[in-house]
């Protein structure tokens, strides 16, 4: 595997849910692959779990690794061919991508959306730099638009807990302050529509997902008729796709003090087959998700990260075996 970015890239989902259970019997049976190899994970934005998990998926494979925090220590980066760079950027990413792949066998990159621009956003324009000019193979640790590793972690965890051969699996928004990306929506959507599993997308109007992701998933407006008979709620918030509302692209649309209702609670889970909730984390408690649910024995959100150190080594250990 040259690039991980969508789910075409991992080939047949149940070879891949297959080595993911031979990963967590031994994980350090690959010790060999990774000898005098190393990744280097670039982080342009926040993380607490994929730098650890993708870290540790690495070391399990005996690589060498080097996180680089862009914004911390790093020169600041100019992105745009073409401009003239007299403002606060002292290095192009023109220079820096083949500088960096330089020190490294394997690069993953998180950059999230900028919502500057959805043209630019859905059409990855940073990391189909890291493609274009690295030479090396590239791996999603969240883009703009997708965060597979995440969705592969999930679609392990569902695999590992389904109560049925073909379960139904809810992806639901909720209520958050802030405008976030749709990366993990993003991808749970396309890993889900590949997945034997009834999949349902529930959501206020205004934030329908991009179809390229969705496809025609069931889309349910109605919260409450979405959960009837769940076996897993899968909450996350995310801004306007700009999909119906071209102009909003990027924006929470309503005040969330208007969207509470959308909070993940006892009395939406009340109506489900005592389904199991998830979260990509991190989570805003009382927002997303109340206390009650997220503590519940039926939470699966810390087995769902811990799960992300089996998808990073699966994805890391294919990219070495074809270097
Ligand atoms: C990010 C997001 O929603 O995409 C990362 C989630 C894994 N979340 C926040 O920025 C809070
Ligand atoms: N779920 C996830 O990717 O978490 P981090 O943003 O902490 O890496």
């Known amino acids: 595997m040259r690039i991980f970015q969508h789910v075409a890239d991992i ?35 926040n993380s607490l779990r994929t730098r650890l998990s993708t870290q540790k998926a690495a070391m399990n494979l005996g690589m060498n690794v080097i996180v680089l925090d862009v914004n911390q220590g790093a020169w600041k980066l100019e992105t745009e061919r073409g401009v003239v760079m007299d403002g606060d950027k002292s290095e192009h990413l023109l220079e820096a991508i083949p500088v960096m792949a330089s020190y490294c066998d394997i690069i993953g990159v998180r950059s999230f959306a900028r919502f500057e621009s959805r043209k630019d956003d859905y059409e990855e324009a940073i990391l189909q730099q890291f493609i274009k000019y690295s030479g090396k193979p590239v791996f999603f640790m969240e883009s703009a638009t997708v965060h597979p590793l995440q969705a592969f972690a999930d679609l392990i965890t569902i695999e590992e807990h389904k109560p049925i051969a073909r379960p139904k699996v809810v992806l639901t928004w909720a209520p958050h302050p802030k405008a976030l ?109 109340t206390d009650d649910v997220i503590e519940a024995p039926t939470s699966l959100v810390i087995p769902e990260a811990a799960n992300r150190e089996i998808s990073a080594q699966v994805v890391l250990k294919r990219m070495l075996e074809a270097l």
């Open 181 to 289: 990306p749709q990366a993990v929506p993003n991808s749970f959507a396309e890993w889900m529509r590949a997945a034997d599993v009834e999949f349902v997308v529930t959501h206020p109007e205004g934030y329908d997902l991009d179809p390229q992701f969705v496809g025609d998933a069931r889309v349910e407006y109605d919260q409450m008729r979405a959960f009837e008979g769940a076996d897993f709620i899968y909450a996350k918030n995310w801004s306007c796709p700009g999909v119906t509302r071209p102009d909003d692209y990027g924006k929470v649309l309503d005040d969330y003090h208007t969207m509470m209702d959308w909070t993940v609670s006892s009395r939406q889970m009340a109506v489900t087959n005592n389904a199991a909730f998830m979260h990509c984390l991190p989570v805003r408690r009382n927002m997303i998700v």
């Open 11 to 45: 080939g047949d989902l149940n070879a891949a849910l297959k080595e993911a259970q031979e990963v967590k019997r031994d994980r350090f049976q690959w010790q060999h692959l990774g000898k005098n190899k190393t990744a280097l994970l670039i982080f342009f934005n």
